[in-house]
């Protein structure tokens, strides 16, 4: 066992740095000739895993569209996960969690403890109560060796008044939390640290003030349809530390029996 | 059917503005005399609606308690879900969600769609990626009369730096939400709106620059072991729009036996 952020800078540099999104949307799972029902979501999801699996360094499941079923659809995220554990593939749970003391603990022991059934390698985190609202979920990612990434500016563009905002430091909110994420990963003094940042592929991080900290790995959605360019990710963001590029509607878009070409031309052009 | 807003307005009028939390975290189980298991979720959650019922205007559970026990917590919680529907609470459910796009919507769809089984009365939803980010989810709410509470100025003291923060309006981002989240209300011309916001019961709303709209609910956590002080609800919030004083713990920690002289006297202080 290695830390996450080690698997993950071991995954980017021996695989790729694609991260494939598991998005089983309601017109997906219809492209796709699929039901909308919790067994649809299991097959969509071990269809993507098989596919990824040697291929990305990780998938990346958005939790609510498996959480649109309740309980049941959780219960396929549970299959799927269990699947990709028994791939190479990282798994980064897209939930964006967030709250404060023993909620939050709760949402990190439901996500980041061996002993969960929704047990992943990382998750999404909200900061919305300031990053040290997260504390009790950042140690207990420490203890399991797991990782995060923390919202930090993202694609959409009604993003931008809240993330652009002026902190009594006179950084924007969004450069106030890449700052405390690299602090905590200092502290970590692992040879790479394990809580990333989310920095969706069409934003500035100059335009954020943001310092892409050599020790902070990055996860980067919003290539493709967002508009994002794939070809772009080294220079959006120029840092020594792994960065997953996250693709979704463009690769799962080509339907089943076109998932692989499609990951294997991502990966082409996110490693050329 | 009526909107969420008047189901809010009639309940805090006709019961009282306490909405009583379910919370069952590892320490109140061990309290309680419960394990720490699915069944022990259940049972919580039922005795916490039979002691409510009639009494509070309303109950929260807390999602991340359910989801800390997987699809089998969340498979409890719809359990509790249906008891609750089957008396006269209003049920919240803080799951403080919040994403973009067909995600945000799927949130929308598990919770506030009656034909879901996580089916509740309002959702407490997290703006970090923008008001506008939820767009969808306001939309699914109107649709179906529920509501939803939007996180704005919360009692933890690492939410200041992100909640103070100065956007391009000038306004803080707390104010910013607060009047985005009227602006709302106001355009669905209802006689009271049904987007509320999330206001610890420990902050002034002076200090954020909040106005407080006549047409916008509030629902207030923070009293009890967090400082807020329960005579004070009207004070705090001086607004004809109902305000839910929201209490977990106060209430929580007297266990099974002490629940219906603890909501009673809650009752009382805040009808007072």
Chains 1, 2 share one sequence.
């Not at 694609?155 to 450069?175: F, H, K, M």
């Not at 799962?252 to 990966?267: F, K, N, R, S, T």
Request: glycine letters at 10%; one cysteine or more; charged letters at 20%.
């Amino acid at each position: 066992m290695t830390t996450f952020g080690a698997r993950l800078a071991a995954a980017t540099r021996d695989r790729s740095a694609l991260c494939v999104g598991i998005d089983p949307h309601p017109h997906l799972l219809r492209t796709w000739g699929l039901a909308d029902s919790p067994e649809a979501l299991r097959s969509f999801g071990l269809t993507v895993i098989e596919a990824a699996a040697g291929r990305a360094a990780a998938v990346k499941p958005q939790v609510a569209f498996f959480e649109r079923h309740g309980s049941a659809g959780l219960r396929a995220l549970e299959d799927v996960l269990a699947a990709a554990r028994g791939s190479e593939l990282l798994v980064v749970a897209d939930a964006k969690r967030g709250d404060v003391g023993t909620s939050v603990a709760a949402y990190g022991e439901a996500w980041l403890r061996p002993e969960s059934p929704l047990f992943v390698d990382a998750l999404t985190v909200s900061a919305f109560q300031g990053t040290g609202s997260l504390a009790r979920v950042f140690e207990l990612a420490n203890e399991h060796e797991r990782g995060l990434f923390v919202l930090c500016a993202t694609s959409n563009p009604e993003a931008a008044a809240i993330q652009l905002a002026t902190t009594d430091t006179g950084e924007t909110v969004a450069a106030t939390i890449a700052r405390e994420v690299a602090e905590l990963n200092r502290a970590a003094s692992m040879s790479m640290g394990s809580i990333g940042l989310v920095l969706g592929a069409t934003i500035e991080v100059r335009d954020f003030g943001i310092h892409l900290d050599s020790n902070t790995p990055v996860l980067a959605p919003g290539f493709g349809a967002q508009g994002g360019r794939l070809e772009d990710l080294r220079t959006l963001f120029p840092t020594p530390a792994p960065v997953l590029a996250a693709l979704s509607r463009s690769i799962l878009g080509h339907g089943p029996d076109g998932l692989v070409p499609a990951i294997d031309e991502a990966v082409a052009t996110v490693s050329a």
